[in-house]
């Protein structure tokens, strides 16, 4: 089944500090944003009517912005505002809230000091990302051909645009040949993180995870260090070069949009998700829901 198009859908979107008709909520083509990529988002979950991390991902929003060149015209707290106020108009329960801002049209070629910032908020129902059933069995990766950028390339801090244009590439490729996902290795060959995740390896018991230092430090990735720290599990952030994922006995991908998903293969590699896997999985349920988790203490 298509599912309905996104911008055909009912509600309200918040938009440059008032909300308009979902199907309104529309910029002009010739929009800085969309030609050369001056835009920065955000992508949150919704759990039980509370949205989890939100001045996390605001802060990060405005931090975002700050990194292209731009500031938004709405600080921290009126975006965090703004962003409850979408969810309770939409009435959404377990959602996905897309926070997004640009450049407007004032000025189009390569400089654009005169034009205008819009920001917009859109939330829909969306339950889960990746399928329980493919979650339980563990996604398949493909190991993407492009890299994830060195920072004196690109503002690879930045939650920009910009920097997805390779990873819809890389996706795309993976989905082709069969797979869920696409992993990236950074320009030095080190694994760096899925096209919209971070990524964690189970070895020896301990967690291993690349140092964030040319990809976006998850907001969930740092939610998962601390809760492996809960448990006891000692973890290591550290350069991991691709022959390490012959070592590993689990791996999983953390994000807003991914949860924990636990990977069963990786090219020609084979893992089986275990006991880690699930433990943090449930952990991670319990805190974004804010339940006792079912996992064995
Ligand atoms: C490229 C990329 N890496 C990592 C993440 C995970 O970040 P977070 O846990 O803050 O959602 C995301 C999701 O936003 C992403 O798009």
């Known amino acids: 089944m298509v599912p309905k198009p996104f911008h055909d859908r009912d509600g309200d979107i918040w938009y440059n500090g008032v909300f308009v008709p979902w199907r309104e909520a529309n910029l002009h083509v010739l929009s800085h944003g969309l030609h050369y990529a001056s835009c920065v988002f955000e992508g949150i979950r919704v759990y039980n009517g509370?949205?989890?991390?939100?001045?996390?991902?605001?802060?990060?929003?405005?931090?975002?912005?700050?990194?292209?060149?731009?500031?938004?015209p709405y600080g921290v707290g009126e975006l965090d505002a703004a962003t409850q106020a979408t969810v309770a108009r939409q009435g959404i329960r377990d959602g996905y809230v897309r926070p997004v801002a640009w450049r407007g049209s004032e000025m189009m070629g390569v400089s654009a000091q005169q034009n205008a910032i819009h920001v917009a908020i859109a939330v829909w129902e969306w339950p889960s990302y990746f399928s329980p059933e493919a979650r339980m069995a563990g996604i398949r990766l493909q190991t993407a051909t492009w890299r994830r950028p060195s920072p004196e390339c690109a503002p690879t801090q930045a939650k920009a645009a910009?920097?997805?244009?390779?990873?819809?590439?890389?996706?795309?490729?993976?989905?082709?040949?069969?797979?869920?996902?696409?992993?990236?290795?950074?320009?030095?060959?080190?694994?760096?993180?899925?096209?919209?995740?971070?990524?964690?390896?189970?070895?020896?018991?301990?967690?291993h995870t690349p140092i964030p230092d040319c990809f976006l430090d998850g907001i969930t990735r740092r939610s998962i260090i601390n809760l492996a720290k809960r448990r006891g599990l000692e973890v290591i952030e550290r350069a991991i070069p691709p022959d390490d994922l012959r070592l590993a006995d689990e791996v999983f991908l953390t994000g807003s949009a991914a949860e924990v998903t636990p990977v069963g293969q990786i090219d020609a590699l084979h893992f089986t998700p275990g006991q880690i896997s699930r433990t943090l999985m449930e952990d991670y349920d319990a805190l974004v829901r804010n339940v006792p988790s079912q996992a064995a203490a």
Not at 52 to 61: D, N, V
Not at 169 to 192: N, P, V
């Open 50 to 72: 509370s949205v989890y991390a939100l001045t996390e991902h605001s802060a990060r929003l405005v931090q975002s912005a700050e990194l292209m060149g731009f500031t938004l």
């Open 162 to 207: 910009g920097l997805y244009m390779i990873c819809t590439l890389s996706k795309h490729a993976a989905e082709a040949a069969g797979c869920h996902d696409a992993l990236m290795l950074d320009y030095r060959g080190l694994i760096a993180e899925a096209t919209g995740a971070n990524v964690f390896l189970v070895i020896d018991g301990k967690l």
